[in-house]
């Protein structure tokens, strides 16, 4: 398979652990005084200065084309600002674990998109999502009270989540360097979620030292690491494959809660909904190794 496929994947899968582990750090850092919207706000922020050190050691410049400035701006405002903001203002209304099975319906959407856009539909891509979303349906407790707002702001988060991931694909300016890509993304979210911060009165920093180098460390983790990667992933595999391995993160989720939070084995819908997911992402590989070969032969 085609060495760039691989790292791609691998790109994919590393930043859907990462963003899976995002709820266990924020636990801790809500405890420490932070909302939802301002650790948001100060992933962001605090991620810039890294993100500019990175940029400029591997590129040297902090300069991108002027063309690609509106490209960026939209692509941030969809991926690192609006699917958070929808996403987080849906745990108001309803529990983290319904807003995730109902966020992760993007790999359908994206599906969608597509094939509006193509008019072509590949059956084995079909299938996975299929796949993904039945086993993330498997996530589900039918136990959690359900409310429309709630529901229908996660299930928004998803969409905008699906076109982030579609325009991330279909970026022109693929030289940019990945971290100087994010942080130009990182400065466009900082400046909107700033101003909706102090516009709603919901900025609320950390009160400990502890909690600032915890809160400095998740923007690292999350947006130097998890957000970047996936970034470079995307251009590397496209958007469907993206949104299809992405459904690591939930798995992930499941493993930490179980494992460490709740220090019990995972249930069996849990298990299942796992094997579908990982069944999923076996899928498309597979079929993505079957048709290099046809296109080699």
């Known amino acids: 398979m085609n060495s760039l496929k691989i790292k791609g994947y691998i790109y994919v899968i590393l930043s859907a652990v990462i963003f899976g582990c995002m709820p266990l750090m924020a636990k801790h850092i809500y405890a ?3 909302n939802s919207l301002s650790l948001v706000f100060l ?5 810039m200065p890294m993100l500019a050190v990175m940029a400029l050691l591997t590129k ?17 405002l969809a991926g690192c600002c609006f699917t958070p903001l929808m996403l987080f203002a849906s745990y108001n209304y309803i529990p983290s674990g319904i807003a995730t099975v109902l966020h992760f319906v993007y790999p359908a959407v994206v599906l969608i998109i597509n094939i509006i856009i193509s008019r072509k539909i590949k059956t084995h891509n079909l299938i996975s999502v299929s796949l993904c979303v039945i086993g993330i349906c498997f996530f589900y407790n039918p136990n959690d009270p359900l409310n429309f707002e709630g529901a229908l ?6 969409v905008m989540y699906a ?14 360097s990945g971290f100087l890509f994010s942080f130009y993304i990182s400065l466009t979210s900082t400046i909107v979620l700033f101003i909706v911060c102090l516009s709603l009165g919901k900025l609320a920093l950390p009160q400990s030292a502890f909690g600032w180098m ?7 983790a999350v947006n130097v690491g998890a957000v970047v990667l996936f970034q470079q992933g995307a251009v590397l595999i496209g958007s469907q494959l993206s949104s299809i391995l992405s459904t690591f993160e939930p ?5 930490i809660d179980a494992l460490i939070i709740s220090r019990v084995l995972p249930n069996v819908p849990s298990i ?26």
């Open 214 to 220: 915890l809160t400095t460390f998740f923007a690292f």
């Open 251 to 255: 798995i992930t989720g499941v493993l």
């Open 32 to 34: 420490d005084g932070v």
């Open 43 to 47: 992933r962001n922020a605090l991620s």
């Open 153 to 158: 702001l996660a299930v928004l988060s998803g």
């Open 163 to 176: 076109i982030y991931i579609i325009l991330l694909s279909h970026f022109k300016y693929k030289g940019l």
């Open 272 to 297: 299942i909904g796992c094997i579908l997911v990982i069944a999923a992402s076996i899928l498309i590989v597979v079929f993505d190794i079957r048709n290099e070969k046809k296109h080699q032969t």
């Open 60 to 76: 040297k410049t902090l300069k991108v084309p002027l063309k690609a400035i509106p490209s960026i701006a939209v692509i941030g």
